[in-house]
């Protein structure tokens, strides 16, 4: 049914999943503060800060002051995402200038050679420094919540006046090595109430999630069929909210054409309901279905959609399909290793994209590839190896997929040379060639070859490119083996049937 199904899906599986959760109702709008990794260079903690409040289950909560402070491992929160997300109550800010946050968590990253200053500025008076994490922390999050009647007048001036006596254990705890963030919460006897253990917190979170619109945008919204359910006359959002990437000046990607009025009433309009669950698809995608390893400097997202019927696929399902289904993509070397042994019944569809200054930039995409399609290219990499002299055993790596994707990637890198800009033209090519091998079109051959001519000449004469310095590089007589490998490679696949 192509990315967008596949998105929702993983929307509706999500929610199948915390249905009897006390926040299911918001659960498709929380986010995960930070992805959850095994990666032990991935690590963050959080600052927690106990406040004590007059009565923790209040509308209002009167904040007396901080008990307490402490340093946790994030993951120590839970070992279960949806109980993170549960208890941090997180969701995006909507906005970097924006005067308030969702949840009282407020990210501080790693600490810098003066904390001190980091915190209060130079003058130690915080409310003087307007850059000062302090001031910040006041007065984009804190204290909005006092301004909306969640916190009683005067709470968020007693939080400050705590935390800066506390401040040398603040800096003790935050190191340069980790990223950090600080997490509010309410002491209740000697337990630690998460936001999302606090109606007043979760209250403030529905309220903004849902604030009333201004009466001028209000004739503006839009009346039309949601394009998912067919829904009509209700609230309607449109795709660039959920997807960075949507916006309509990409004419030929999500929304197909370009925005002047009119346009968004006709180009995938969705309802308020069909938001949520695409909202938390692509929570999902952002964090399990992206993968790092593949591709230099790119993102590439595989969401898989199951065509059986679910329920029957996750009977029939092998055990490794089933943990792909789980804990997605993220932490995976070898991605094309794994896809190529999924089970029938689904089919992938590959985004990739980079991020570049917080917006997402979309190379390509490829929809409905299933793994049948991947076990091909696997059989015809091994014809290669084996035409090349190399044994394939069940030990060595060589016959697999993910190594025939890796050698594209390295010949082309090592083709580029050492400057940026033809190290971009260089990741494009390899893009195009791998989404063309996933989508079953002829590859550009002849240009190929003519860019390893035309660059052959100049490498020759490269001690570098030849025998180079560095041990994790190819010495030259391999590359080129390699490039002939590839080439084998990529004439057998436009041979395909
Ligand atoms: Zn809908």
Redesign the pocket.
């Known amino acids: 049914m192509g990315f967008l199904h596949a998105v929702y899906a993983l929307g509706e599986m999500a929610g199948e999943a915390v249905k009897d959760s006390p926040l299911a109702d918001i659960m498709n709008f929380l986010q995960l503060p930070y992805p959850v990794t095994e990666d032990k260079n991935d690590k963050v903690f959080a600052i927690r800060v106990w406040l004590e409040a007059a009565d923790s289950q209040a509308e209002v909560l009167d904040i007396r002051g901080v008990v307490d402070v402490d340093r946790i491992e994030y993951k120590a929160i839970s070992s279960d995402r949806i109980k993170i997300k549960e208890r941090c109550l997180y969701r995006d800010p909507v906005g970097s200038n924006v005067s308030w946050r969702f949840s009282p968590l407020y990210k501080l990253g790693r600490a810098t050679k003066n904390p001190h200053k980091e915190l209060v500025g130079e003058s130690g008076v915080w409310q003087d420094n307007k850059k000062s994490r302090f001031y910040k922390l006041h007065n984009n999050l804190l204290y909005d919540y006092e301004k909306t009647g969640a916190f009683t007048k005067g709470s968020a001036e007693r939080i400050m006046a705590d935390l800066l006596a506390m401040i040398e254990r603040i800096i003790e705890f935050w190191d340069r090595k980790t990223p950090f963030f600080i997490l509010f919460g309410l002491k209740s006897g000697d337990n630690f109430l998460y936001p999302g253990e606090v109606a007043a917190f979760v209250n403030y979170f529905k309220d903004k999630l849902d604030p009333d619109v201004p009466a001028k945008q209000k004739k503006e919204q839009l009346k039309a069929y ?6 009509k006359d ?1 609230k309607l959002e449109t795709l660039d909210k959920v997807f960075k990437f949507a916006t309509f000046d990409k004419q030929n990607f999500l929304p197909g054409t370009k925005d002047r009025a009119g346009v968004k009433e006709k180009i995938f309009p ?6 949520g ?1 695409l909202s938390a698809g692509k929570e999902e995608m952002e964090n399990k279905f992206v993968n790092f390893n593949a591709i230099p400097n790119t993102s590439l997202y595989v969401i898989p959609e199951i065509i059986s019927d679910r329920k029957q696929y996750y009977r029939m399902a092998s055990d490794n399909t089933k943990d792909f289904l789980k804990n997605g993509i993220r932490n995976e070397q070898n991605i094309f290793n794994l896809l190529a042994r999924v089970n029938e019944g689904l089919v992938f569809h590959f985004l990739f994209a980079e991020v570049n200054q917080a917006q997402l930039i979309v190379h390509s995409l490829i929809e409905d590839v299933p793994p049948t399609r991947l076990r091909k290219l696997e059989e015809l990499w091994q014809e290669s190896c084996i035409a090349f002299g190399y044994e394939i055993d069940s030990n060595g790596k060589k016959g697999y997929l993910h190594t025939a994707i890796s050698q594209i990637v390295a010949v082309l890198l090592s083709l580029a040379g050492k400057r940026e800009q033809e190290k971009l033209v260089m990741k494009d090519k390899m893009i195009a060639i791998i989404s063309a091998l996933l989508n079953s079109e002829q590859v550009g051959i002849a240009e190929i070859k003519s860019l390893i001519v035309a660059r052959l000449a100049g490498m020759f004469t490269d001690p570098d490119w030849l025998s180079p310095k560095e041990k994790e590089q190819m010495p030259g007589r391999k590359k080129i083996k390699g490039m002939a490998e590839v080439l084998d490679f990529l004439y057998r696949v436009n041979g395909r049937e």
Do not use: I, N
């Open positions: 949601c394009a998912l359910c067919g829904e209700k969705v309802c308020e309901t069909c938001y669950v």
